[in-house]
């Protein structure tokens, strides 16, 4: 195995922070909407609300930090390995076939994770983001008269956040799907990538 220093302590940082925000906001939001009752209606919306502030301020911090260091690079779509990555998750990874893309510290997404989070950034956050705005300032909004109907901005809302859970349930599946099961997980927590040497397996 080659180890490689493949996030940096910011992104680290931002990963977790934001991972633990959607949590909250996911289990407050589901509780808002009266799927269950757990910290009552009141502490949950105001909860949610916080975590919301929270979860914005990172991503413009987060938006700033990709934009000065040029990971936003990291984002950009290829459609090389694009069929070989379908592949290899539909069906190589249980027979155990090589993995078809290698990770290096400018390249850290295959392509199938470029073409996600960057739907995520670009489709996601922002319905999220716009749709709870709209929803938090509804009367100050229509008082300028926009016009907007509450029962719409409600369902983009609860579309957002039912595709940022399908993204966390895919995210956590793909966690699982390093050379072990923790490995992409340590990764994320020490910055430290663990990967097959090809040469090494070229000797074998």
């Given at each position: 195995m080659e180890r490689?220093?493949?996030?940096?302590?910011?992104?680290?940082?931002?990963?977790?922070?934001?991972?633990?925000?959607?949590?909250?906001?996911?289990?407050?939001?589901?509780?808002?909407?009266?799927?269950?009752?757990?910290?009552?209606?009141?502490?949950?919306?105001?909860?949610?609300?916080?975590?919301?502030?929270?979860?914005?301020?990172?991503?413009?911090?987060?938006?700033?930090?990709?934009?000065?260091?040029?990971?936003?690079?990291?984002?950009?779509?290829?459609?090389?390995?694009?069929?070989?990555?379908?592949?290899?998750?539909?069906?190589?990874?249980?027979?155990?076939?090589?993995?078809?893309?290698?990770?290096?510290?400018?390249r850290k997404h295959n392509p199938l994770q470029r073409l996600a989070y960057l739907n995520v950034k670009l489709m996601i956050n922002p319905l999220i983001w716009l749709s709870g705005l709209a929803y938090l300032y509804y009367n100050e909004i229509n008082a300028a008269g926009l016009g907007l109907d509450l029962g719409v901005v409600a369902v983009l809302h609860t579309i957002g956040a039912f595709l940022m859970l399908g993204f966390f349930i895919v995210h956590v599946y793909v966690i699982t799907t390093g050379h072990t099961w923790s490995s992409h997980l340590k990764a994320m927590i020490t910055g430290w990538e663990e990967i097959e040497d090809p040469q090494a397996g070229a000797k074998s």
């Open positions: 490689i220093y493949i996030f940096k302590r910011f992104e680290r940082f931002w990963h977790w922070s934001q991972a633990l925000l959607i949590i909250l906001m996911m289990v407050t939001g589901f509780e808002i909407h009266g799927t269950y009752t757990l910290l009552g209606y009141g502490d949950a919306s105001e909860l949610h609300t916080s975590a919301a502030w929270a979860l914005i301020a990172l991503w413009v911090f987060a938006i700033f930090w990709h934009f000065t260091t040029g990971e936003w690079r990291q984002y950009i779509p290829t459609t090389e390995n694009l069929v070989a990555m379908l592949r290899y998750y539909l069906s190589g990874i249980f027979t155990h076939a090589p993995h078809p893309f290698r990770l290096t510290q400018l």
